[in-house]
């Protein structure tokens, strides 16, 4: 099956907003090492171009965290591969592509939190505040939308789409 997307974000919006958030943490963090710490997949594409817009010193690594199979409603999330890093002392930036109940970032927090790092801060490049369930406001969010289900730079659906350079939906 072909599904037609319609843009939402364009290539163009994207990286103007990158260049924004990447000068605004640099600027926040004043040269000290920053430790990314970005959700697979999703964030993969998102925090690649933030970070080489960064002017201080950089440290990445990833988790993966995963919905407990079921209703999208048990909403239990699970670390099911943790970073290598020492989060410990670190000033940790958490990316995810999409903040949209906030039950993964919520559970990644608990997780890092443990590793007892300087400081926490949250990046997204998507926001839906519709959807929330868990309360949750990040730090750094790229772009506020409207309860739709996006794809492209980086987000999937069934795994296909995250290698489209802009954000869009898909037509119905
Ligand atoms: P949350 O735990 O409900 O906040 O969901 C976060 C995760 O759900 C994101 O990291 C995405 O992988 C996925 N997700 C939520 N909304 C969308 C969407 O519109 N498109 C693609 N993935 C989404
Ligand atoms: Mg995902």
Do not use: W
Not at 3 to 20: A, D, G, P
Not at 88 to 112: C, L
Not at 115 to 138: E, W
Request: contains cysteine; positive net charge.
């Amino acid at each position: 099956m072909k599904h037609k997307i319609k843009v939402l974000l364009t290539k163009k919006q994207i990286e103007s907003r990158v260049r924004f958030l990447a000068k605004k943490i640099s600027e926040d963090f004043s040269g000290k090492e920053i430790s990314f710490l970005f959700i697979s997949n999703g964030a993969i594409i998102f925090t690649a171009d933030i970070i080489r817009r960064i002017t201080g010193k950089v440290r990445l690594d990833s988790i993966r965290a995963s919905s407990y199979i079921g209703t999208n409603s048990s909403g239990k999330v699970k670390i099911t591969s943790p970073p290598q890093i020492s989060l410990e002392g670190a000033n940790v930036i958490i990316v995810d592509d999409i903040i949209d109940t906030g039950r993964t970032i919520s559970r990644v927090i608990t997780y890092v939190r443990k590793k007892k790092p300087a400081t926490i801060r949250t990046c997204a490049l998507l926001d839906k505040p519709s959807r929330r369930v868990v309360p949750f406001i990040a730090d750094y969010v790229g772009f506020t939308i409207d309860d739709v289900f996006v794809v492209g730079y980086g987000l999937d659906y069934n795994e296909l789409y995250r290698n489209l350079p802009y954000v869009g939906y898909i037509e119905q």
